[in-house]
């Protein structure tokens, strides 16, 4: 028996914001049992509110008072360094932003369990019945994502990944209306998720054979002092490379986002496609840039194909979309590429400082422009619901001139116009990539951007130079918190895309010191 | 075939033998027994009753419930049995029996939800 055990130093300063979720989490849990119904969605909201907005608190505190850390975090499992906190800052935000969506319950089914068009769905709609285990669930998902973004060994970076996942199958299947659609869509991103998750951990398995570790670091190193084993290495390196690409959405693992993004109720699509990106970026960018850096003479032409294959597919196949969140889920394949661009620009330390650094604040702008999008999305609504149908978009521009005004805003900013956000994300990357010897990437990203813009055009010429249907969709008033959402996204648009300069500032700090290992 | 894979040899051999064994019998059988089908063998065999229904049978969504309460408590008990066999040897303390505890704590939280949500009532 091994009697010289010692204890592990958990540097809880510095995990405080996650704890603080989880915590939040779990009370949530709580609530639940032992709040009476009527009550329960009076004490969630501004639980998930304080929580999330008290770890952003938590992670200004970190940076300017604590100072940024400069070792891992928990006996090296989780590196709090400055691209986590300028992760988690952005993940906190973007989740924030998306609660105000999901406070309407206007989304939820009222009663899950009950089988659609059933006599116990009309009852659970006449008592207004209502699923507040969202908030807790919620608060899962974003501690997840957080974890994700900052695990510095492959075994956490595999729990973070469930708790993340795990939350986010159930919230798909949610969706109030078209439930069919929206359970067909839970199931299908549960099996596809449970799928990878199987070829992230038979990666891991390989790759710790390889390496005889699962930490991050030690796996770099041992790429310089094991030999003989490159088999293990290499299917080890293509396996978690599956995982980690399908949770981004990049082709040819792009199947599920289309299905899940248009299934799941909106509010959900809009923290899936924001924070979950995000998170997966900051995972993907860990493993090969972290434990597989010195491998990218192997992996670098790989990710050359995913890259231009995952612009390509996302930009053309968006073009053939007529329904409104297929079309943004194709573009958020597209724009999962343009992220992927930044990633293979490595280079020397600087040259990998500059890369991060655009790829972070990508990834700000794009989630911020894109909870904006689908919070405008949730506001046009037909009989059946949300007016899905592009085609029922024809004319917004005459009937709701300042909600259409706003949705081509950031329509535009997915393009890339300049003066708005998403010129200065795309500018940052590509820039990147181009002084790191990615340039005929840079030329199909450009051109598959310039094939994006016509799909994005063609709504906003759809919605303000068509006539609008006798029949068409009617503008829902927005509650407070749709208003507020679409506001803030609006505004962190035109900001960042006038006078991105503190961000970006921002940003090149929190990339100036790369990953700790 | 050497080096680090080569030891992985035997293992192949084992699949190999066993495969062998397996597909040999029932070649053997094949091969000495009559074969007179009538559509009463063709039947799936349902322990002796007659087959009632299609293979493809829906279950019951609410049963996750024992599926939770089976998470619940084989989570705990993967994590008791090797934390039984240490925490008395000198060392580990105190500490590791709090720890515990806190721990199960937390998992006792899904017994709770489920007590309120009365999945433990009998109905």
Not at chain 1, 83 to 110: C, N
Not at chain 1, 272 to 287: E, K, Q, Y
Not at chain 1, 461 to 473: H, I, K, Q, T
Not at chain 1, 504 to 509: F, K
């Amino acid at each position: 028996m091994n009697n010289t055990f010692q204890a592990p130093t958990i540097e809880y300063g510095q995990l405080a914001p996650l704890l603080l979720v989880f915590g939040a989490a779990v009370v949530g849990v709580l609530i639940e049992a032992f709040a009476p119904r009527y009550l329960r969605k009076s004490f969630q909201v501004p639980l998930t509110f304080v929580s999330l907005l008290g770890a952003f608190a938590l992670i200004l505190v970190q940076v300017f008072v604590s100072g940024v850390p400069t070792a891992p975090a928990a006996m090296g499992a989780v590196a709090v360094d400055g691209p986590s906190l300028f992760i988690w800052g952005v993940i906190l935000i973007l989740a924030a932003v998306s609660v105000l969506l999901i406070t309407d319950d206007d989304h939820f089914v009222p009663q899950a369990a009950a089988v659609p068009g059933s006599a116990e769905e009309d009852d659970a709609l006449a008592e207004g019945a209502a699923h507040t285990e969202v908030y807790p669930l919620v608060l899962f998902a974003v501690g997840g994502m957080l974890l994700f973004a900052a695990s510095n060994d492959l075994l956490m970076m595999f729990v973070a990944l469930e708790v993340m996942s795990l939350p986010l199958y159930l919230l798909c299947g949610l969706a109030r209306r078209r439930r069919l659609l929206s359970q067909e869509a839970s199931v299908k991103y549960f099996l596809l998720g449970a799928f990878s998750s199987g070829f992230f951990l038979y990666g891991m398995a390989l790759i710790y054979g390889f390496a005889g570790t699962v930490d991050l670091a030690g796996i770099s190193r041992a790429l310089g002092t094991v030999s003989g084993q490159d088999p293990l290495l290499l299917i080890g390196t293509a396996l978690l490379g599956v995982g980690l690409l399908f949770k981004i959405g990049a082709a040819p693992f792009q199947a599920w986002k289309p299905d899940v993004y248009q299934g799941a109720p909106t509010p959900i699509t809009a923290l899936m496609a924001s924070g979950t990106l995000v998170a997966a970026f900051g995972a993907l960018l860990r493993v090969f840039w972290v434990a597989l850096g010195n491998l990218d003479w192997d992996w670098r032409p790989v990710m050359w194909g995913v890259a231009i294959l995952t612009m390509v597919l996302g930009a053309i196949l968006a073009i053939t979309q007529t329904d409104i969140k297929r079309m943004l889920a194709y573009s958020s394949i597209a724009h999962a590429g343009f992220l992927l661009v930044g990633v293979i620009a490595t280079g020397d330390a600087r040259q990998n400082a500059d890369a991060l650094s655009g790829i972070l604040f990508y990834l700000l702008v794009y989630g911020i422009t894109t909870v904006g999008a689908f919070a405008v999305v949730t506001v046009v609504r037909d009989a059946g619901g949300e007016a899905g149908h592009l085609s029922r978009w024809a004319g917004l521009g005459k009937r709701a001139p300042a909600l259409a005004g706003v949705f081509a805003f950031f329509l535009l900013a997915f393009a890339g116009i300049p003066l708005t956000s998403g010129f200065f994300g795309k500018y940052a990357v590509f820039a990147a990539a181009a002084t790191g010897g990615a340039l005929p990437l840079v030329i199909v990203g450009v051109v598959s951007s310039a094939v994006a813009a016509f799909f994005y055009v063609r709504v906003i010429v759809l919605m303000f130079f068509s006539e609008p249907a006798a029949d068409g969709p009617t503008i829902a008033v927005p509650s407070m918190g749709t208003a507020a959402v679409v506001t803030v996204a609006a505004a962190a648009t035109v900001v960042l895309g006038v006078f991105p300069e503190p961000v970006l500032r921002l940003a090149d700090q929190a990339a100036s010191t790369l990953f700790i290992r | 075939m050497g080096g680090y894979f080569g030891s992985y040899a035997l293992v192949v051999a084992l699949f190999a033998i066993g495969v062998a064994v397996v597909a040999g019998a029932l070649f053997l059988n094949r091969m000495l027994r009559p074969t007179r089908l009538t559509p009463d063998k063709l039947l799936t065999y349902e322990c002796g009753v007659d087959p009632v229904g299609e293979g493809w049978a829906q279950s019951q969504v609410r049963y996750y419930v024992f599926t939770y309460l089976y998470v619940v408590f084989a989570v705990d008990a993967v994590f008791l049995f090797p934390w039984a066999t240490v925490y008395a040897a000198p060392g580990f303390g105190m500490t590791t029996l709090v720890e515990m505890f806190l721990f199960l704590g937390f998992i006792a939280l899904g017994i709770v939800y489920a007590w309120r949500k009365r999945v433990l009532a009998w109905t």
